[in-house]
């Protein structure tokens, strides 16, 4: 095993440590409300998805629900996400897909998962992962980029680059806790302004350690 490996995997177990009970943070009871809730996130925080969700999931209790409810009425529900024009667009598409294409069910695969509207690769990990645990690649959002590049795991920009580059360090069995432990210590200690190198528990294997503007 190359030493970058063997590097990747003590951060892994370091993490592991720190952050025993590290999940995802957006609450779901099925495959269908991780789906709606992760499309709600973009661009908005997971605390306030969950209060939208904890009304919308009594509302909207099958794809059925999404999926004939007047479009108004939708954005009106998930108004306080963001961008809920598009977003109600994207979870009625896919609901009306899972519909005709999918027997009701969310699907189990990447592919299938990539052709509902609204889904790209990054939704499709999430749900994968933490409705399924199928690991399909690594979840990249804000902190798993900013991580990744300050553990030195990756050098690139785009999303799918870095995903490519951890899935290659990584092996499969880590594919999705990494991504909720990176999230995890990115919200506590290596904060994107001011990391906390002094109170990190990866600062031995970290190059950006005590870094100015890590
Ligand atoms: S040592 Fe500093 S920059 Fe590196 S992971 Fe820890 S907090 Fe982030």
Redesign the pocket.
């Known amino acids: 095993m190359g030493d970058e490996k063997r590097r990747a995997r003590k951060i892994v177990g370091r993490l592991r440590e720190a952050y025993p009970e590290a999940r995802c943070s957006l609450n779901h009871e099925s495959p269908l409300e991780l789906l709606v809730a992760t499309i709600l996130s973009a661009q908005c925080t997971d605390e306030r998805v969950n209060v939208v969700t904890s009304s919308l999931f009594r509302k909207y209790r099958t794809w059925e629900d999404y999926a004939s409810a007047p479009a108004s009425e939708l954005e009106a529900d998930i108004r306080p996400t963001g961008f809920f024009r598009n977003k109600a667009k994207s979870i009625q598409g896919a609901c009306r897909r899972i519909g005709e294409r999918h027997g009701g069910r969310v699907p189990r695969s990447m592919e299938e998962l990539l052709g509902l509207p609204g889904v790209a690769r990054k939704t499709a990990n999430v749900v994968l992962g933490n409705a399924y645990r199928i690991a399909s690649g690594v979840v990249v959002d804000t902190h798993v980029s900013r991580?990744s590049a300050?553990?030195g795991l990756s050098g690139e920009k785009a999303p799918e680059k870095i995903e490519r580059d951890l899935t290659g360090l990584l092996p499969e069995s880590d594919w999705i806790d990494f991504s909720h432990l990176l999230i995890a210590?990115?919200r506590k200690?290596?904060?994107a302004r001011t990391?906390?190198?002094g109170?990190?528990?990866?600062?031995k294997?970290?190059?950006?350690?005590?870094?100015a503007g890590?």
């Open positions: 991580l300050r553990l210590h990115g200690v290596c904060k990391p906390l190198c109170e990190c528990v990866l600062a294997l970290c190059p950006a350690a005590f870094a890590a």
